[in-house]
């Protein structure tokens, strides 16, 4: 009898895959069809340097497989694989093992000691029929380690070097100078193993309904850590949990539009105002980074070596207003426009992925103390996103006492885009060169 309640209790959970607690149009920590991990870097000269750790993690007692795929730093897909989650399974990822020696995480859809299945778990999805039958499957799991091309590859493609056999010669990132891998990934649930990266809309990845490649379940969730020993400081926080919903459509900001030109991914868009505090002194002598995502609107592809990066980067915003403690203001140059003219604005994130120190030389602040009003909205040239000049963004922060602490989480979300009219595109008013107030006319 206890079992038999326990199995209904399970089928129910699954049923849900989160929509009872969970808000279309807002970036919650729930169950979620795609994960985001916004940024991620890795030390390929220092073994001890930064690197990045993320789980993916199953929240039904049904399996699930969730399709994994690199992007650069200027939005250009390098690699994807697939991963098969038992009910209830996690799997988790050391960014360094990939970049250093090509290994991922071994699993198999045939549930055997590779991947055990519990006893909470169900062989197969009743909604996606992922399991033991899954013969998209079988010559790609379990993973091998990546062959010594796609290894040379990916660290040239995400250090932003050309890569010579994938690419042909053709640069995919910004070249930092400091042989440090940097990007995003996504992580989309899969109705079987596909090869496809998600800018396949046009072919299959996405359609309606959660019927191409990716699925609409709800199902996945995640964390995400980076970890310097040199500097004896870590950061963590959830991944960006993006739901999907058959509600969703051509009117929307999905999150995958840039590829969708209907928005057949049914994916909810992310923010496009945020509010975050800055801390550079004090206990946090190691002072404030912010870590910024964003939409480029486009898709990107490789570049020639001889540019340094491809339009529509660097992606400006259209307005930061700095404050004190004391609601002291200070507004810097925004351009409404990417590519901005150069020499004509602050761009503290100008590419897809990025890490930028507040107060340092890209992002130059008067006050050592205060917080960020982020509107991040901007006009892209060639935009494929039909809500100019709304734009997609997420920015988290870190906060560090060199060798001592470090503290990370995501900045206050002021809006979403997932409906455009209620998008906030709110610039405040100047006036004399400062925040209009009451007074001013």
């Known amino acids: ?56 993690n199953n929240a039904s007692a049904a399996p699930a497989i969730a399709h994994v795929t690199l992007w650069t730093d200027l939005s250009v897909p390098t690699l994807d694989f697939n ?10 990822f050391n960014l360094r093992d990939l970049f250093t ?39 790609q799991l379990p993973l091998p380690a990546l062959p010594a091309t796609l290894l040379d590859h990916i660290r040239s493609a995400h250090t932003g070097q050309p890569s010579p ?28 193993c596909t090869l ?28 995400y850590f980076y970890v310097d020993s040199d500097q004896n400081f870590a950061q963590g926080e959830t991944l ?40 550079n002194g004090g206990a946090f002598d190691g002072g404030t980074s912010l870590l910024c995502w964003r939409d480029s609107k486009r898709s990107i592809n490789p570049f020639s070596p ?40 602050v761009i503290p994130c100008p590419w897809e992925a990025t890490r930028v120190h507040v107060g340092g030389d890209d992002f130059p602040v008067p006050f050592n103390f205060g917080w960020l009003y982020l509107n991040l909205n901007n006009a892209v040239a060639g935009s494929q996103v039909p809500f100019e000049p709304i734009m997609q963004n997420w920015v988290s922060v870190v906060m560090d006492a060199n060798g001592r602490f470090s503290v990370g989480f995501d900045a206050i979300q002021l809006d979403d885009v997932t ?12 006036c004399d060169g400062a925040p209009d107030p009451p007074a001013c006319s």
């Not at 396949?200 to 379940?217: H, L, P």
């Not at 949990?241 to 928005?263: K, P, Q």
């Open 1 to 56: 009898m206890k079992k038999t309640v326990l199995g209904i209790a399970l089928l129910g959970l699954l049923a849900l895959g989160g929509q009872a607690i969970a808000e279309i149009g807002t970036i919650d920590d729930v169950p979620a069809a795609t994960l985001l991990l916004p940024y991620f870097e890795v030390d390929l000269d220092n073994a001890n340097g930064v690197t990045t750790l993320f789980s993916i």
């Open 83 to 92: 991963v098969f989650l038992t009910g209830y399974d996690v799997v988790t």
């Open 101 to 139: 020696n090509g290994t991922v995480p071994r699993t198999s859809h045939n549930q055997t000691s590779i991947s055990p299945r519990g006893i909470y778990s169900l062989t197969t999805n009743p909604i996606s029929g992922v399991g033991p039958g899954s013969t998209s499957c079988n010559d």
């Open 165 to 192: 056999v994938v690419f042909g010669g053709l640069k995919s990132a910004f070249d930092h100078d400091d042989n440090v891998a940097r990007g995003y990934i996504t992580i989309d649930n899969a109705n079987f």
């Open 196 to 223: 496809r990266f998600p800018d396949s809309c046009s072919t299959g990845y996405f359609i309606a309904g959660g019927n191409g490649d990716a699925n609409n379940i709800n199902q996945l969730w995640g964390d």
């Open 240 to 279: 960006v949990h993006i739901e999907a919903s058959n509600t969703l459509g051509a009117g929307n900001y999905t999150f995958y539009r840039r590829y969708c030109a209907n928005g057949e991914d049914q994916r909810e868009g992310l923010s496009s105002t945020f509010a975050v505090r800055f801390l």
């Open 306 to 345: 001889a540019l340094p990066y491809p339009n529509p980067f660097p992606l400006s915003q259209n307005q930061i207003v700095i404050f004190d403690e004391a609601e002291n203001p200070d507004v810097p140059a925004s351009s409404p426009f990417s590519p901005p003219v150069p020499g004509t604005s």
């Open 419 to 430: 409906d455009p009219a209620a998008a906030s595109d709110v610039s405040l008013p100047v």
